[in-house]
Structure formats: structure tokens, C-alpha cells
């Protein structure tokens, strides 16, 4: 009786959704943009349909058919053979995904203009390497920036400036979709025109529609494109490796992903697994609470995606056209303020790491941990603005006094959340080659030269401030109290 309910219910929200769609596309008064918006909005249909059928269903596995991936679904970088070609790079295109806003580190607009190092931004980082492959190869890889709404408009002013460098860089933007009601689960749009926070840029799994719909997929086949490498746009650490794309190319694979070994830091990170006979990425909210803990296991499950992907243009071509991608989706609840009101709200997102499953010889590489250095925090930021790097030709290098060993763990408190309060908190990036793990919590402020080494803890207290005097040298340290400098 239950399961014939569940079935109505599922019809019933369908068929609501579907009119409500309806309505939505009939407030859209320019046909071209019509047409686009009713080919969104069917996408996101589809989407919702298979949120209902999943909700009724369940979308946890089953964890006894999960096992780890055999040797030839985990291949590892080092057995790669060492004779890297430039050959291939004729069939190389780059895309970065350019959708984030910079808001969870205070910042407005796209996250990819935070300025990370010597006065360079995310971008300028990407064009800068793409810069120099072209040159040193004499290629013409292009460099692709997958928006959203929220990014585009900032996104366009800021490519002007790489007129004239040898890098061709192009745009085009993800979808936009409908937010919905957390109860009612009708859309909360009332018109094509409401304001921007009734919708939702829908995860990096839209990648694959996107490319299409936007004509760039053609548009890359026609140039002979046939692999596109794909990363997040704040990590630094990935940059074209000819050594990955001529391994895909020699082996024929369809897609490739980057994983790297897990550390506790990592214990939420998707994994590569083998289910049901087949490559997948296993997410945490795809496992039974009760094995939770085992999934979290750095023993079970020893490395974790990085988001850094190889695929193969055509194969998404096929895919997309067949409608055979169906990542799985991530319910995404959120409360926002609409027309003067806290709403709360459901996104239905998508990751594009899901997707490999679909995909022909798919399968992972085991890379070193450089090439993950994703900058999601100030903690982050202080890492890849520090002695530990530097930078050359857009990529950042690790000093080699550091080689073999893990980067220092950094947890920064409440104060340095936003990048204004880190930057008058640490106006001076400290010496940090000899440190392991660096804590700081309350009103502290860090001087001029100053060295972290070892394990360095200060903690101030609500009321209280800490002034790190120039030069210091804290090593194994905690630090407590209050501590302010007089100046003289």
C-alpha cells in the first residue's frame, strides 16, 4: 500500500513540477531565449523526476557489492612511462570550472579573482600556465571557463585583459535552474525575470549538457579536439600533464580521473570503487549511516578524487545524445532570503565526477599530492601564499626542502574566515618550511618575519588580543593570553 502511495505522490509532484515549468517558459518574450530556456528547464525535469523516483526508492548502495577497484581501474602515475610528448596537445582542450562566487571567504564576485599570489588571481594563474605550454610547444591549446549567472557578466570584463596572449580563452555558462520549495516542491521563480536568488547555478555535473547545448562541444570537435581536462577553478595544483594525456590516448579510455592518497583530511572525499562490476565514485551520501565510519577508513579506502578529469569530447557527445548520463544527485538544502522572507529551499545538484561510470575504459590515476592544492579557506590561502611555494610560469612548486613530506595542516579560526581579516590579521605571510600543524583562534595579529616550526597553537580568548611581535620564532609552542605590542 505504501509503495502505491509513494507512486502517487511521485505522479502527482511530477505532474505539478511539469505545469509549473509550463507557466515559467510562457513569461519568456524573446523566442531564441524561449527555446533555450524550455531545453533548461526540460534537463531540469528530468533531473526532478529522478529526485522523486530516488527519494521514493532510496539512493544509498548496497555496501556488500561495493569492493575496491582492481589494478587496472587504478593505475599509478609512476608506472606511466616517462617519455612525455608534446604530440598529443593538438588534441588537448582546458576547462576550468569558473561557476563559485567567492562569498564563504567574504568576497564578492567570482571566487576565481581572489588574488592568490604575487598579484595574480585564480585566472591569471590558468592563463599564465596555458601561456606557457603554448609557447614552449608551439601549441594552441585553448582555455575554456565553464560559468554560471552569478560569474559570467565579471567573468567577461576580466578575459578582456588577455587579449593578445597566446592563449585563446572562451566562455560559456552552465545552466540555470529553478530553486524549489522544500515543502511543496513547486519551483520558486514566479516569471524568467524574477531576481537571481530564485535560482541556482546546478553543480559541475552540468558540465556535460552545457558543452553541448552551448555549440562549444562542436565547436572543439571541429578543431580536432578530442580530450578535455577538467579541474576546479581554485586548484593550483592542476596543471596539463602531457604524461596523463598521452597514457589516455595510448590506452584508448574514455575518462580519467586524478586521485590522490587520502589523508585524514580527506575522509570526505569521494572515492573510486568497483560496484556491481563497474568504475564508480562513491560519495558520503551515498553510504548507509551504519558504514559511515568505515568509509571515512583511510585503510579501506585509500585515495580520493581530486576533480582533476580527462574525458573524451566525442564520448560526451554520444552520452549526452543518447540521454545516458545519470549522475547521481545531491540534494542541496538551503534557506534564502526571497522577497523579504527566509525561504527554505531545495537545490538538486549534480558532480561531474559521478558521471564516469558511463563512460568506456574508464578508470583512475594514482598522481602525487601537488597536484591537488585546492584553495577553499583562508587557512588554504596562507598555504599557497607562503615560503613553502613558489611560483613558475603560473604553476606553483613546492620548495624542495619540502619533498616527500605532507604540507602543514592549518586551521585558522573564526577571524580569518573572511580574506579582509586574514589580510590585516597576516599582513606578512610567516616562514612556514619547517611547520606541521598551525592553530590560531581569536583577536591574534602576526608581525613582520615571523617563523612557525613544528606544532604552534594560539589561542585568545574572547576580550583578550595577540600581537605576534616582528622576527619571533615560535617552535612547538602554545601560545595564550594576551599579548599586545606598544608601538613607540
Not at 254 to 268: F, G, H, N, Q, S
Not at 409 to 438: C, N, T
Amino acid at each position: 500500500m505504501a509503495k502505491a502511495f509513494d507512486n502517487t505522490a511521485t505522479t502527482v509532484a511530477a505532474s505539478q513540477m511539469r505545469n509549473s515549468l509550463n507557466a515559467l517558459a510562457d513569461t519568456v518574450t524573446d523566442p531564441e531565449e524561449q527555446q533555450k530556456f524550455e531545453q533548461e528547464m526540460d534537463t531540469f525535469f528530468a533531473l526532478f523526476r529522478r529526485y522523486l523516483t530516488d527519494k521514493a526508492s532510496g539512493s544509498t548502495l548496497d555496501w556488500d557489492k561495493i569492493k575496491s577497484p582492481s589494478p587496472s581501474e587504478v593505475v599509478d602515475y609512476k608506472s606511466l612511462p616517462d617519455d612525455p610528448s608534446s604530440s598529443n596537445l593538438d588534441k588537448l582542450a582546458v576547462l576550468k570550472l569558473n561557476g563559485g562566487l567567492g562569498t564563504s571567504m567574504g568576497c564578492v564576485g567570482p571566487k576565481s579573482v581572489i588574488e592568490v599570489r604575487d598579484g595574480n588571481t585564480f585566472l591569471d594563474l590558468s592563463v599564465r600556465q596555458i601561456e606557457h605550454l603554448n609557447r614552449k610547444y608551439d601549441a594552441d591549446v585553448p582555455l575554456l571557463l565553464m560559468n554560471s549567472f552569478n560569474t559570467d557578466k565579471d567573468t567577461a570584463k576580466i578575459i578582456k585583459k588577455y587579449q593578445g596572449h597566446k592563449v585563446r580563452v572562451r566562455t560559456f555558462n552552465q545552466s540555470r535552474f529553478p530553486r524549489i520549495y522544500r515543502d511543496s516542491l513547486l519551483p520558486v521563480p514566479e516569471s524568467y525575470d524574477d531576481s537571481l536568488e530564485a535560482w541556482y547555478p546546478p553543480g559541475h555535473g552540468d558540465l556535460f549538457e552545457s558543452l553541448v547545448q552551448s555549440g562549444e562541444l562542436d565547436n572543439l570537435l571541429s578543431q580536432g579536439r578530442d580530450v578535455l581536462f577538467v579541474s576546479n577553478g581554485d586548484n593550483l595544483g592542476a596543471t596539463v600533464d602531457t604524461k596523463i594525456l598521452d597514457h589516455m590516448i595510448e590506452t584508448g579510455s574514455e575518462y580519467i580521473m586524478e586521485l590522490t592518497p587520502k589523508t585524514r583530511a580527506d575522509v570526505k572525499g569521494g572515492t573510486l570503487v568497483n560496484y556491481e562490476g563497474q568504475v564508480q565514485l562513491l560519495e558520503i551520501a551515498q553510504v548507509p549511516k551504519e558504514h559511515v565510519e568505515d568509509f571515512k577508513s583511510i585503510k579501506k579506502f585509500k585515495y580520493f578524487n581530486t576533480n582533476n578529469l580527462w574525458i573524451n569530447l566525442k564520448a560526451i557527445k554520444r552520452l549526452v545524445e543518447q540521454n545516458a548520463i545519470e549522475s547521481e544527485i545531491i540534494p542541496n538544502n538551503k534557506t534564502i532570503n526571497y522577497q523579504g522572507s527566509e525561504v527554505n529551499v531545495l537545490q538538486l545538484e549534480t558532480a561531474v565526477g559521478a558521471a564516469i561510470r558511463h563512460f568506456e575504459g574508464a578508470h583512475g590515476v594514482v598522481v602525487p599530492r601537488s597536484r591537488f592544492l585546492p584553495v577553499k579557506t583562508c587557512s588554504d590561502l596562507l598555504l599557497v601564499k607562503s615560503d613553502l611555494f613558489y611560483l613558475e610560469h603560473g604553476a606553483l612548486k613546492l620548495d624542495p626542502v619540502r619533498e616527500g613530506y605532507a604540507n602543514p595542516l592549518i586551521k585558522l579560526g573564526s577571524h580569518f574566515k573572511k580574506v579582509s581579516g586574514f589580510q590585516q590579521r597576516v599582513p606578512h605571510m610567516p616562514k612556514i618550511l619547517e611547520l606541521d600543524h598551525l592553530t590560531i583562534t581569536g583577536n591574534v595579529t602576526l608581525g613582520k618575519n615571523v617563523s612557525l616550526k613544528g606544532t604552534v597553537i594560539i589561542v585568545c580568548n574572547d576580550g583578550q588580543k595577540i600581537d605576534i611581535p616582528n622576527g619571533s620564532i615560535l617552535e612547538n609552542v602554545v601560545v595564550t593570553g594576551n599579548l599586545t605590542i606598544l608601538e613607540h
